[in-house]
């Protein structure tokens, strides 16, 4: 199982600024080791975000994210105490999903 | 106070739970719309566009792109891709120059704000663009070239 | 002026677009510093370290090896389980090993007392492989419980005074291919090597600078690096021998800079290019 995630909600007016480290290695499958094989692509492919266990966000995401993904975005109209759930989904199948509140 | 190890790890056992009475929230709708390999792999706009179903779109200043003039490191570029229009399906983002030019996806609902940043890699100097796939089919863009300088040895 | 103007007109065309275009251009993209500065502010927010700062404390709190026990015994300089501000007080002299020690010289102590682990098969260990990288991540959160103190490595022991000797002459040692030292890099104000600036480390550098911006997560690897990670490559790029994972010369290295540095501001872990 993937090391956890890193989600940050903070409240900001009538919405909450959603900041996400994300822990995977996002192989591109473009580069070679040092025996001159390709490295096999491996990275995250779906993205989702709920509030409140509603899902207000969906991604589809290739290789050229980089490694370690950081993603932001606001919610509208979250309070403190709610809760913001991602998880993701790479081309192995592995998968990951954490939750914050929003404070 | 929980730490934040303990913190996750009670939201994984959660997570599991809902699992296990395939109640998951989000992945059921993250799976059912199925992975668009073609859009990954086009070359150019207009391969993209195709694979997306989606016309060309058009230059407009209703869309932004947020990012640096140069970038340190290719590796890491932040990018984002904004719209004050009401009625966005999807943000793109993409790197012109790049083996494969879409980047990244994002469906918006109404729930967040059409305005979506994160970090791509880019190979070389190039234009990378922001797309906006509007619900009555416009496709708008926003471009910015982005400078990609190789950093020395140390720091 | 007009007359000259009409003269030679080709030539005060060419030199006027030259000027707009470089005024231009520098209205726009800004100078190439400023440019840099930019890109490494909009990265800060983010900093892919946090994850190995996670996960450092979960293992700090972890029990594991073969005697089931976490590190929160460890004493890192300020008594057992201590972390706050212990970063910005190392190396220092330990009584109980009798030696200076650098912080992942101690975690290896620690992990070898307390949890029953090799010291000597984590130390030869790579860099970013099983328990190698779990010293990394400690030490990533436990110079994190430093952040915004001021180094304040101590010299009130004669073997701490003998170790910033050590690490001195071995910073002055030229040797190698390239008959490199560290001073070939460091000792002098205002170098660079093309776009990295590199540090006067014979005294503080500043805030946040040198050996006070380390562990620090480099974006062009994605790696975390510690300070041992950082002192094996700068031995890579001198064409010289590692010493080995906290051995004497790195832990006498780490002396020299961080009493040089006292006072410099730790922003620990950093994001690096």
């Not at chain 3, 800004?30 to 500065?37: L, V």
Request: glycine share 10%.
């Amino acid at each position: 199982m993937a090391d956890p995630m890193r989600i940050r909600a903070q409240v900001a007016g009538d919405k909450a600024t959603v900041r996400v480290l994300m822990s995977h290695e996002m192989e591109t499958g473009q580069r070679k080791d040092a025996a001159g094989a390709t490295i096999a692509a491996w990275h995250i492919q779906e993205v989702s975000a709920q509030h409140n266990g509603k899902t207000v966000m969906t991604a589809q995401w290739g290789p050229a994210v980089s490694k370690n993904p950081f993603m932001q975005f606001n919610v509208k109209g979250a309070k403190v105490g709610d809760k913001v759930t991602i998880s993701w989904v790479d081309n192995k199948g592995d998968k990951r999903t954490d939750e914050a509140v929003v404070s | 106070m929980q730490n934040r190890r303990e913190m996750l790890s009670h939201s994984v056992k959660v997570a599991a739970m809902l699992a296990a009475v395939g109640l998951m929230p989000g992945l059921a709708q993250a799976q059912a719309a199925a992975y668009n390999t073609p859009a990954f792999a086009a070359k150019t706009l207009a391969e993209v566009m195709k694979a997306l179903g989606a016309a060309m779109p058009a230059e407009s200043k209703d869309v932004t792109i947020t990012g640096p003039d140069i970038a340190e490191n290719g590796a890491v570029v932040p990018v984002g891709a904004a719209t004050t229009l009401p009625g966005v399906k999807r943000l793109l983002m993409m790197v012109e120059k790049n083996p494969a030019m879409l980047a990244a996806m994002f469906n918006v609902t109404d729930a967040i704000d059409a305005n979506i940043s994160t970090r791509v890699k880019m190979g070389q100097s190039s234009d990378v663009y922001a797309v906006a796939m509007m619900n009555d089919g416009k496709v708008l863009f926003a471009r910015k070239e982005i400078k990609v300088t190789l950093g020395g040895c140390g720091g | 002026m007009s007359r000259q103007n009409e003269a030679r007109p080709r030539r005060a065309i060419l030199l006027a677009s030259a000027m707009l275009v470089c005024l231009a251009a520098g209205a726009q993209t800004k100078s190439p510093a400023d440019g840099i500065a930019e890109y490494r502010k909009m990265l800060e927010d983010g900093n892919p370290a946090d994850l190995f700062e996670a996960k450092g404390e979960a293992l700090w709190k972890q029990r594991r090896g073969p005697k089931s026990a976490s590190l929160e015994a460890c004493d890192l300089g300020k008594g057992p389980g201590n972390v706050k501000g212990a970063w910005a007080e190392m190396p220092r002299y330990f009584a109980d090993t009798a030696r200076v020690q650098d912080l992942e010289s101690r975690l290896l102590t620690c992990m070898e007392t307390l949890q029953g682990l090799s010291a000597a098969e984590i130390a030869k260990t790579p860099f970013g492989r099983g328990e190698q990288s779990n010293v990394t991540a400690l030490a990533t959160w436990i110079a994190a419980e430093s952040r915004g103190m001021r180094f304040n490595v101590p010299q009130g022991h004669a073997e701490e005074r003998r170790f910033y000797e050590l690490g001195k002459r071995a910073f002055f040692f030229r040797g190698g291919p390239m008959d490199f030292s560290c001073a070939t890099c460091h000792s002098e104000e205002g170098k660079r090597i093309r776009l990295q600036d590199l540090p006067l480390l014979t005294k503080n550098p500043g805030d946040g600078i040198g050996f006070a911006a380390w562990p620090a997560y480099r974006v062009s690897n994605g790696e975390m690096w510690s300070m041992q990670l950082r002192l094996n490559d700068c031995f890579r790029q001198q064409r010289f021998p590692y010493p080995g994972f906290a051995s004497e010369a790195t832990i006498a290295l780490g002396s020299y800079m961080g009493v040089n540095a006292k006072g410099a501001l730790s922003i620990a872990p950093g994001l690096k290019r």
